[in-house]
């Protein structure tokens, strides 16, 4: 292998960086790959590297790290020591690699190029960047750009002040580019519309883009496939379809756009079939429709269309007939994995594949080769044991064919049945997948001798779009009967004490937590994290209201009855569970209003609850403090209620 320029003074960097790789010791640090991106010709492999103990929550400061093929360490970059790293796209000649630097304290980012030995600031955004793209000739650079932006990117993070005269600035995120060389940003889209994905058309002459005009955080849902001049910013609409659409890629030929379209709740939570248009426009035809299983990324080699999907609880590689559809697996994966702008990553040729892979009992490790024949070549990780055993369920519920993953402690007394908690994920369009237990809410639990039930309900990923879809008018109808089947599914293949059931769930998760513990007995303690409580309420105080439309059919002015058909506070007065609540006070998602409505409910019938609104966080709780606190609480209500009642604790 001959030596690529980006390599050159590897070692003068490293050095300077004043850091190195080092090994998870036993107090367990967990080594991350993040965005992991594999060059054109395959020999190299970056990704943002970083070592998580499990005793600090604070997100660490990650690094980049180059290796050749055979995973071997072959440079570090670490030019901004306060800034985090994402969006690492290699040159198409593999000789540079490209990334964004982005600084919070200071509210600015740096598009970054790392090339011939040398970290080079090509330009720098007051504001938010991303999404680093070079045009096919390797001469330019595009990124998406929101120049003043009064708060992070994503629905997710904390909410600006609501002060003021609301609604008169909005964000914009837009495409820009500069020459690889460096020099002046030039805003390529237009002013009065949000970019959320977009790709380089083969000749380097525009962009294909999801966009809509408004307010990015909750305009997604109404998206249009558009098609941008790189130098007028002159925009075209190529598809407008009544459907979520994720990962739009152009094919080499330059003829064709395909991309993931289905019915999704959150930005960046991808799942559904995969669609094509031509990029002159017209309508997008479903080439997979009924696919037992939902698509997570795609990519084009030549005229090849390769895909990431779920499948039930498996993960898969598939290559798919842009004409007729046919899927033909090429991997079936162990756990769940991750690289760049999805959960694999090619070179040029459609040869090598790179990807991050974990399961629950195994740590993350980087995977490098042909996708039938993939190897693991780091081993960072190798000194760490499994915290959890972990096991497939399959169960049948009203027709449906259902899944979710059991997870037990390691160690386990015989004759004694232990408590569950039942954790129920957000979206409703997501899906729980194999992710490594090292810290966090799943490993508390499990140390307090809990097992863990995490089930993929109807409206889940995985088992195909119309099950996506079943609960379409139905939130927490269908959900529910499929959870509580699969918590007598579990009863019969583990030592569970039915005494000592226990639910929890965030964002549709805390939803589905208020819905439970109104809508049955069977469990005996509860969480609800930034949960919604009244539908009717929640339409007009959330910032996210048009992700509501496709799973309600209407609005909550035009169809109310089913708005206020499927709220928990309408079923108050059925409530018993001792229930736990907590939200951010700046969440976007679901406003902190939601989950005072739902506690003041409880103490108006007399049940046992306690509600925490944590200051200044969002829909996530990021702060380590906060995230302590949480911690703390969640697991001290679970044994408060359920672990006094086994005479053997």
């Known amino acids: 292998m001959t030596a690529s320029p980006i390599l050159a003074a590897a070692a003068a960097l490293a050095v300077a960086g004043g850091w190195t790789l080092s090994h998870p010791a036993a107090a367990e640090a967990v080594h991350e790959y993040q965005g992991a991106s594999l060059s054109a010709d395959g020999a190299f492999i970056a990704s943002v590297e970083s070592d998580q103990n499990a005793d600090d929550p604070k997100t660490p400061h990650g690094r980049i790290v180059v290796r050749d093929a055979s995973g071997k360490v072959a440079a570090i970059y670490d030019p901004c020591g306060a800034c985090r790293y994402a969006g690492l796209a290699f040159a198409p000649d593999s000789d540079a690699v490209a990334f964004i630097a982005t600084d919070r304290a200071t509210g600015s980012a740096a598009l970054e190029v790392a090339e011939a030995g040398a970290v080079r600031s090509i330009v720098e955004v007051k504001g938010n960047a991303g999404v680093p793209r070079w045009s096919p000739d390797g001469r330019t650079l595009a990124l998406l750009v929101t120049i003043g932006a009064h708060k992070e990117v994503g629905a997710v993070?904390?909410?600006a002040p609501l002060t003021g005269e609301i609604g008169s600035v909005v964000d914009e995120q837009r495409i820009a580019v500069v020459p690889r060389?460096?020099?002046?940003?030039?805003?390529?889209s237009p002013v009065d519309t949000w970019v959320y994905e977009y790709d380089w058309t083969p000749d380097g002459r525009g962009f294909v883009a999801t966009a809509a005009k408004g307010d990015g955080d909750d305009n997604w849902w109404i998206a249009k496939l558009v098609r941008f001049d790189a130098e007028t910013g002159a925009q075209r609409i190529l598809a407008a379809?009544?459907?979520?659409?994720?990962?739009p890629r152009v094919s080499p030929d330059g003829r064709t756009v395909a991309f993931i379209g289905g019915i999704m709740s959150d930005f960046g939570s991808v799942g559904g079939?995969?669609?094509?248009?031509?990029?002159?426009?017209?309508?997008p035809k479903d080439v997979t429709q009924g696919f037992k299983g939902s698509?997570?990324?795609?990519?084009?080699?030549g005229d090849r269309l390769l895909a990431s999907a779920l499948e039930g609880g498996s993960e898969v590689i598939a290559e798919v007939s842009p004409k007729s559809g046919?899927?033909?697996?090429?991997?079936?994966?162990?756990?769940?994995t991750s690289a760049g702008d999805g959960h694999f990553a090619l070179d040029a040729k459609g040869r090598t594949a790179v990807m991050a892979s974990q399961t629950f009992s195994n740590p993350p490790a980087l995977k490098v080769g042909p996708l039938?024949?993939?190897?693991?070549v780091t081993h960072d990780n190798d000194a760490l044991s499994p915290h959890v055993e972990a096991r497939s369920v399959v169960w049948t519920s009203e027709g449906y064919r259902v899944q979710g993953w059991l997870l037990s402690p390691v160690a386990r007394r015989p004759g004694v049945q232990y408590p569950m908690i039942t954790i129920v994920h957000g979206g409703p369009s997501a899906a729980s997948t194999p992710s490594y237990v090292s810290s966090g809410t799943v490993r508390d639990l499990i140390d307090h001798g809990y097992y863990v039930f995490e089930p993929n309900p109807r409206g889940s990923y995985g088992q195909g779009e119309a099950f996506t879809e079943a609960n379409v008018r139905d939130l927490g109808g269908g959900d529910l009967r499929d959870i509580l089947a699969g918590v007598d599914a579990v009863e019969k293949i583990a030592p569970i004490d039915d005494r000592r059931l226990g639910v929890y769930g965030h964002s549709y998760g805390g939803f589905m937590t208020m819905w439970s513990v109104t809508h049955t007995n069977r469990f005996h303690a509860a969480v609800a994290g930034a949960g919604v409580a009244n539908w009717v309420s929640y339409y007009g105080e959330n910032g996210i209201d048009q992700w509501m439309l496709p799973f309600f059919g209407a609005s909550a002015y035009d169809d109310p009855a089913i708005y206020d058909k499927l709220s928990p506070i309408r079923a108050i007065k059925n409530a018993k569970t001792p229930t736990f609540i907590y939200v951010g006070e700046r969440d976007v998602e679901c406003p902190a209003p939601q989950s005072i409505e739902f506690w003041h409910g409880l103490k108006a019938e007399g049940v046992e609850t306690s509600l925490v609104i944590y200051e200044g966080e969002g829909h996530r709780i990021g702060k380590p403090e906060h995230m302590r606190d949480l911690a703390h609480r969640l697991v001290a209500w679970f044994d408060d209620h359920l672990k006094a009642k086994d005479p053997a604790s």
């Not at 698509?295 to 080699?301: A, E, P, Q």
């Not at 039938?372 to 693991?376: C, E, I, N, S, V």
């Open 157 to 159: 993070q904390a909410g």
């Open 181 to 188: 060389a460096g020099g002046a940003l030039r805003l390529v």
């Open 241 to 247: 379809p009544k459907y979520q659409m994720n990962a």
């Open 273 to 283: 079939d995969l669609f094509t248009v031509s990029l002159d426009g017209g309508e």
């Open 295 to 301: 698509f997570t990324g795609v990519v084009w080699r």
């Open 326 to 336: 046919a899927v033909r697996t090429l991997a079936t994966l162990d756990g769940s």
């Open 372 to 376: 039938a024949d993939l190897r693991t």
